[in-house]
């Protein structure tokens, strides 16, 4: 079965780094669009970034754009997310997502099929 498993939160302070991994099984990971959401305490899970199959095509929300980079090791079957200047506001639990429809932007939970646990988040002030 498809299992997705997140690793590397932690707590940083604000202007830090940190790399976010999520470990895919169970499916064929070079065929599938993958995905990063997040969900802070008392709001709506949000979109975060998405990649192609192939890594080609990468999509942001605004809010992370030249901070957050998303990429994928095909050969590793790990998606990552490196998250650089972290700010408070980006305090959550990510989640890694998984989608085996083609490329095209993906960026709505509801287009991703599979998810993991989550990693938790916190960024100092």
């Known amino acids: 079965q498809v299992q997705l498993v997140e690793s590397g939160g932690g707590l940083m302070q604000t202007g830090g780094s940190l790399r976010l991994s999520c470990a895919a099984s169970?499916?064929?990971?070079?065929?599938?669009?993958m995905g990063w959401f997040r969900q802070a305490p008392g709001k709506e899970r949000e979109f975060v970034a998405s990649?192609?199959?192939?890594?080609?095509?990468?999509y942001y929300v605004d809010s992370v754009k030249d901070r957050f980079t998303i990429s994928r090791d095909n050969a590793k079957n790990t998606v990552y997310l490196q998250m650089n200047s972290l700010k408070p506001e980006d305090t959550a639990v990510y989640y890694c997502?998984?989608?085996?429809?083609?490329?095209?932007?993906?960026?709505?939970?509801?287009?991703?099929?599979?998810w993991g646990r989550g990693t938790q988040v916190t960024v100092s002030s």
């Open positions: 997502a998984t989608d085996p429809a083609p490329w095209n932007r993906q960026s709505t939970a509801r287009e991703f099929d599979y």
């Open positions: 169970g499916f064929t990971f070079n065929t599938y669009v």
């Open positions: 990649i192609s199959w192939h890594g080609t095509s990468t």
